[in-house]
């Protein structure tokens, strides 16, 4: 099978939480950094967006999940957001979520300029990623006042940029069932990681969103099972998210509603 190395990523951080017995499990958090879709061109891969989801493990109903992507303050740049709704039962347990990135696309590059990850009541956890191109740097902060510098190469993103890379890779792919594979490199709270991506034809789902044909990406590389499904008549639009979480079972995100 055909790998490209496009950009070295890893997967975006499952947000977590835990359930009456104290055991973890992934919530809506784990879908915030799976969401990955596509357009046709550049143009398309930043067309602005609203799409609302709903989340469930098995047959329980954990909340919802909203994503916007907004032009940002000047040509170029843009603004990618995703709002983890848990219902009250979660809520208990885990507070509201909440990722941007700020990032703009120079001479065909998606280059993440600042990054924040915020969730509620959890300090250690939340944090902020600033990018500095010039330097090839970014620097780490925790709201727990943990910091950190890394050095980056020429290419890097953030757990929210590297859905746009991802739908970019797609875009621009004459035959995307034909893609392969390919790497994208992300830094991951205050480390680089490499995130693999595989292309499959995914079928005809239905979603409360409405009947989609799609193309299938799962993560590879990892014992962590993680699928997604791309519609091929929404301009490649995620429309369900899955993660296998052990012994915690399969998390489900499918497509409610999209503004486009």
């Known amino acids: 099978m055909r790998t490209t190395t496009i950009y070295r990523s890893t997967e975006i951080r499952p947000m977590t939480t835990r359930d009456r017995r104290g055991r973890a499990g992934a ?17 398309a891969v930043t067309d602005p967006f609203t799409a609302n989801f709903d989340v469930h493990r098995g047959k329980l109903a954990l909340g919802t999940t909203t994503f916007r992507l907004a032009p940002g303050e000047r040509q170029g740049c843009h603004v990618y957001s995703g709002r983890a709704n848990p219902n009250a039962l979660v809520r208990l347990f885990f507070g509201d979520v909440t990722d941007e990135s700020r990032f703009c696309i120079e001479d065909g590059v998606i280059q993440p300029r600042r990054f924040a990850h915020h969730i509620q009541g959890k300090a250690k956890k939340s944090y902020t990623l600033d990018f500095d191109w010039s330097a090839h740097q970014v620097a780490y902060a925790s709201e727990a006042g943990k910091t950190a510098a890394l050095e980056l190469g020429a290419k890097a ?10 739908r970019q890779w797609v875009a621009e792919a004459d035959n995307p069932d034909s893609l392969g594979e390919a790497e994208f490199p992300m830094v991951d709270e205050d480390e680089l990681k490499t995130y693999r991506l595989r292309v499959t034809d995914g079928g005809t789902i239905e979603t409360p969103g409405g009947r989609f044909d799609t193309l299938r990406v799962d993560r590879v590389g990892d ?5 997604f499904w791309l519609a091929r008549n929404a301009d490649w639009i995620p429309v369900r998210v899955e993660q296998q979480k052990g012994e915690d079972g399969t998390f489900q995100m499918n497509l409610t509603s999209l503004e486009r």
């Not at 799976?34 to 357009?39: A, D, K, N, P, V």
């Open 27 to 43: 919530v809506t958090g784990v879908l915030l950094g799976l969401l990955i879709t596509s357009g046709v061109g550049h143009a």
């Open 157 to 166: 993103l953030d757990p929210l940029s590297i859905q746009i890379a991802a």
């Open 223 to 227: 014992n962590k099972r993680l699928t």
